[in-house]
């Protein structure tokens, strides 16, 4: 009895060890062989102190135009195909109910949508790209200067056969890390009661 309990416990523990390792092994073989995009962000919302260890971001279009014939309703998953414009920033190209056989994409869900003036329906789905991690102590600082230079701020995140993990966000071309670093004259203006 107690052997046969023993190797439940163990096929257990092994399943509970085994779904966090499967994850963190696709997180990485999609950083290190995924496709590159780069989204173009936008303002959030007040800042919040007490966040933690990351900035919080919001990539900048989060909308497709579509037939006024697709069938949505709020909360129904959808896979959103994607694309680069001329400047290569990243665009949504498309959205469909089945999962796509090619291309990069990613899974999501239709938060709402309206039809436009143009007879055209306007769709907006949830993004599950909104938060960048990083070292809890720069964090705060990063998210301040995110706001202050958010016309120069793009994050890139790499996909692959429908998986995207966030790799970096940029101010000026730079990683942030680096811009915090780098910028510390300019940062100690802006942050002139911190430790930076």
């Known amino acids: 009895m107690k052997k046969k309990l023993l190797a439940v416990f163990i096929v257990i523990a092994v399943i509970q060890l085994a779904i966090p390792l499967s994850m963190i092994i696709r997180r990485e073989i999609t950083l290190s062989r995924g496709e590159v995009y780069k989204f173009q962000v936008e303002p959030v919302d007040p800042y919040d102190p007490f966040r933690g260890r ?31 414009d001329q400047k290569g920033y990243a665009k949504f190209a498309g959205i469909q109910l089945e999962k796509p056989k ?15 003036d143009y007879g055209k329906q306007e769709i907006h789905v949830e993004i599950p790209f909104d938060r960048y991690y990083m070292e809890e102590k720069l964090a705060p600082k990063a998210e301040q200067v995110y706001r202050e230079e958010i016309d120069n701020a793009y994050l890139t995140i790499r996909f692959l056969k ?25 940062f100690n203006k802006i942050f002139a009661k911190t430790d930076l």
């Open 54 to 84: 990351y900035v919080d971001v919001r990539l900048k279009n989060d909308a497709l135009i579509v037939s006024k014939d697709f069938e949505s309703r709020p909360g129904q998953k959808v896979f959103v195909t994607l694309d680069k």
């Open 102 to 116: 090619q291309g990069n994409y990613f899974a999501t869900k239709i938060l709402y949508s309206f039809e436009d």
């Open 162 to 186: 429908g998986f995207g993990v966030v790799e970096q966000l940029f101010i000026n071309e730079m990683p942030i890390e680096d811009y915090l670093l780098t910028g510390r004259i300019k």
